[in-house]
C-alpha cells in the first residue's frame, strides 16, 4: 500500500486547514495520523477503522479536528480548525494491515505503512 499525504500549509492561528491522504489500494484495516514536530517525538493524532468507520482522536486534538474517510475513493482527511502554534508539525499518515484494538492506534511501531508526510505550519 502506497499513501500520499497533500494539503498541508501555512496558516494562522486559529484558522483551519484539511490534510488528505491517498492509498493506492484498500488493503489495511486502520488507517492513522501521526505528527512530529521538531525536536519532539512523533505522537498519534486520530485513527479510523477502514471497514466500520471508528474513529479515535487525541485528547490534544478533540473537538478541534475530526477525522474521515471516503473509502471509494480510498482517501483519509484530517479537517483541522482553531489551530494553535503547537499544532505545527509534519503529518504523516500511516496503515496498519491487523485490525487491532482502539486503544492501540497510538502506537507507531504496529503500522505497516506510511507517506511522506506534509507539513503544517500554524503562526501566532
Known amino acids: 500500500v502506497q499513501l500520499q499525504a497533500s494539503g498541508g500549509g501555512l496558516v494562522q492561528a486559529g484558522g483551519s486547514l484539511r490534510v488528505s491522504c491517498a492509498a493506492s489500494s484498500s488493503d489495511f484495516q486502520v488507517m492513522a495520523w501521526f505528527r512530529q514536530a521538531p525536536g519532539k517525538e512523533r505522537e498519534f493524532v486520530a485513527g479510523t477503522r477502514w471497514s466500520g468507520g471508528t474513529t479515535s482522536h487525541a485528547p490534544s486534538v478533540r473537538y478541534r479536528f475530526t477525522m474521515s474517510r471516503d473509502k471509494a475513493r480510498n482517501m483519509v482527511f484530517l479537517q483541522m480548525t482553531s489551530l494553535k502554534p503547537e499544532d505545527t508539525a509534519v503529518y504523516y499518515c500511516?496503515?496498519?494491515?491487523?485490525?487491532?484494538?482502539?486503544?492501540?492506534?497510538?502506537?507507531?511501531?504496529?503500522?505497516?505503512?506510511w507517506g511522506q508526510g506534509t507539513q503544517v505550519t500554524v503562526s501566532s
Open positions: 500511516a496503515a496498519m494491515l491487523l485490525n487491532r484494538p482502539t486503544g492501540s492506534w497510538s502506537r507507531g511501531d504496529l503500522y505497516d505503512y
